[in-house]
C-alpha cells in the first residue's frame, strides 16, 4: 500500500509501499533516468503480442534498470494499466488492445526524477509507520472490495480485511499522537471509520477497470481524514 508521509511542514518527504517493482521503479528514476530512457525504447521497438509476454515472463530479473523498465513497459502495455499479481507475487495481466501506446515518455521520467530529489523512497510496510505532531500521512490503500469478483493483490502479500483493520486502528494511533491524515476508500468502507474523529467526503472518481462494463464509469469513494 503506497504511502506518503510530509514533515515540519513540508520540509521532508517519504515515500513508501510494499510492492518492490513500484518503489525499485521510483528508485531507478530518482538516482539516473537515462538507463531507464534507453531500455523503454529498446522495449517500444519490439512491443508486439509475443514480445510482451515474454517480458512478462520474466519473473525473477537482476538488474533493477531492467526490473524498473518491465515495469512501465508492462504497465503501459497491459489490460487498462492493471497492476494485478498472483500469490508468488508473479505479474499475470493480459495484454491490452492499444495502438500505439506511449512506453517511453521520456518528458515526464525526467522531470518525475527532478521531483524525487531529497524524497525518502523505500520499501516498507505502513504498520512501520512513525509520525506524530506536524506530520501529514496520506494512504492509499487497495480498496475494500465492492464485490466478490474485486481483488486487492497489488503485491505478493494481500491486502484483506486484517490490513484494512490495522490501517483504521493506526489511524486511529496517528489522530492520538496528533499527526494529520488523509485515506481514500471504497464507499464500502464507511462503516469501518464509524469513529467521530473520522470525517469522510464522498467524491466521484472514474473507474476505468471492471468485469462488467455496467460497473464502469464514476462511481462513489470516501476521502477519509482527521481534520
Known amino acids: 500500500m503506497p504511502y506518503v508521509i510530509c514533515r515540519n511542514g513540508g520540509g521532508q518527504f517519504h515515500l513508501s509501499d510494499v510492492n518492490f517493482d513500484l518503489i525499485n521503479t521510483y528508485q531507478v528514476i530518482k538516482r539516473d533516468p537515462g538507463p531507464l530512457i534507453s531500455k523503454l525504447r529498446q522495449h517500444a521497438a519490439k512491443h508486439s503480442k509475443d514480445y510482451y509476454y515474454k517480458i512478462r515472463s520474466q519473473h525473477h530479473l537482476d538488474d533493477r534498470v531492467e526490473i524498473a523498465a518491465r515495469f512501465i ?113 471504497s464507499d464500502t468502507s464507511s462503516t469501518l471509520y464509524d469513529n467521530p474523529i473520522f470525517r469522510i467526503e464522498i467524491v466521484k472518481a472514474p473507474r476505468f477497470v471492471n468485469s462488467k462494463a455496467s460497473g464502469r464509469g464514476a462511481v462513489n469513494e470516501l476521502l477519509i481524514r482527521n481534520y
Open 73 to 185: 513497459y508492462l504497465n503501459k502495455t497491459c489490460y487498462n494499466g492493471l497492476w494485478r499479481v498472483n500469490s508468488k507475487g508473479e505479474f499475470n495481466v493480459p495484454i491490452g488492445s492499444y495502438k500505439n501506446p506511449v512506453i517511453c515518455d521520456e518528458t515526464a521520467l525526467r522531470a518525475c526524477h527532478i521531483v524525487l530529489q531529497g524524497i525518502d523512497v523505500r520499501m516498507r510496510d505502513f504498520r512501520e509507520l512513525q509520525a506524530g505532531r506536524g506530520d501529514f500521512v496520506y494512504f492509499d490503500p487497495p480498496y475494500q472490495p465492492l464485490d466478490k469478483t474485486s481483488f486487492t493483490r497489488y503485491a505478493k502479500a494481500d491486502f484483506g480485511p486484517r490490513e484494512q483493520e490495522a490501517l483504521r486502528d493506526l489511524c486511529l494511533a496517528l489522530h492520538d499522537r496528533g499527526a494529520k491524515f488523509m485515506l481514500s476508500n
